[in-house]
């Protein structure tokens, strides 16, 4: 991606976040979006579970992101990575209160019926037995411990950036961490003593 | 199979980032966007209209003026009343002085200023006497000012009607002939009216130096009835 390979030479996220509060530069919330569309669809995606849904709440987090900008509501102390996970975070519980009564696929039972042609999965299956068993326990943890789970080991987000998305300090974050893996752990491994 | 170790759990999760997005969406996506952002329609009810605008302006800018301009107006003209029986080293003294400049600043012409000249002159006089009545409150100093400014009056008074007479007296021209003898009769009894009052001035100024003060008082009064007529 070009676009963002350039914007990245200017000082990246910072002149992307300055170009976006002070002059609303559509622009640069095209390279933004080639920039983060990815984390943050695998983000929502892990969280759902559903490729339709998925692509369907990424499309509207972007979109949200964009009228929060064009509002005038980009804070000095919100850059746009944080806010765009805040955003998604929220657009995630908003579908899950306007699809309650809806039949939804899990991500276990994704994994057997989906689309083969669909990259993120079919990149999954085709890997280790291992991580497909830690695609089908991700769903079964508190919604907490999967954010931060995906938001540390997946996008490999740092502590203080999980910090400002969760609303909570560092410390709070690593304790998080530290018990969100414990916990996935023990439903793997749960599952391979089983077998 | 083994039990999985937490260091092989965390490199079993970083490996799910390598999975890659439908490059076809995110390129669709993207037209979507660039399409909802470009043309703006989406965010076209967040725009404000010239009346919300100014509501929102009045509400935070404009609401507090009216009501600061209120509370100084009625700040001072409850001083300026409050003032009118005040005497030099009363804490409201001042605000009768502002008063009596803005009343000359704001008077139509010279006679008015004139005649408002002869009052405040007559303000100085019951000012004086109050102040010398008042064993306590009286001081060397304050007696002064008070004559200071009585004089200053009764100078300024002297002026103005000098400066009426001048302006009634016409000039004498060849050309202007008619405009002369017309406006003849007027600048004569404007001298007939200047001249008693000048003259009554002049007898409150020696009466106030003789500190015969209600006989001062009268005959500015006096002056002022010379004026009006």
Sequence with gaps: MSKVSKSSLFGGEQVLFLRLKKHKDKQAFIEAYDLYIEQVYRFVYFKIGSKEDAEDITSMVFLKCWNYIYEGKLESHDTLKPLLYKIARNTII?????KQNRVTVPLEAAAET???????????VSNLDFQKVVQEKLPLLKEEYRDVI????INELSVSEIARILGKTSGNVRVLIHRALQSLQATVNQNEDHD | MKTMTEKELIKNLAALKSASINPDW????????????????EYADTKLGFFERFSLISKRVL??????????????VGSVFASRNSTPGEPLYIAK???????LVTAFNETSKAKLNLEFARERVAELEKVTSNETNSSE???QELSDGFKKQIESAKARISKIESNKKAPVSEETNEVVSAEAGKADKGLEISLPAQKALEEAEKLFNEKNYNAAAEKL????KQLEE
Aim: aromatic fraction near 10%.
């Design chain 1, 94 to 98: 908003d579908h899950y209160r306007q």
């Design chain 1, 114 to 124: 989906s689309d083969p042609s669909l990259d993120v999965h079919s990149a999954m």
């Design chain 1, 150 to 153: 995906i938001l540390r080991f």
């Design chain 2, 26 to 41: 995110i390129k669709r996506n993207r037209e979507v966007l660039s399409y909802q952002i470009f043309n703006g329609a």
């Design chain 2, 63 to 76: 609401q507090p003026t009216p009501i600061a301009a209120f509370i100084a107006v009625f700040l001072l």
């Design chain 2, 97 to 103: 002085a502002i008063s009596e400049k803005a009343q």
């Design chain 2, 141 to 143: 100093a304050r007696v």
């Design chain 2, 221 to 224: 009064e006096e002056a002022g």
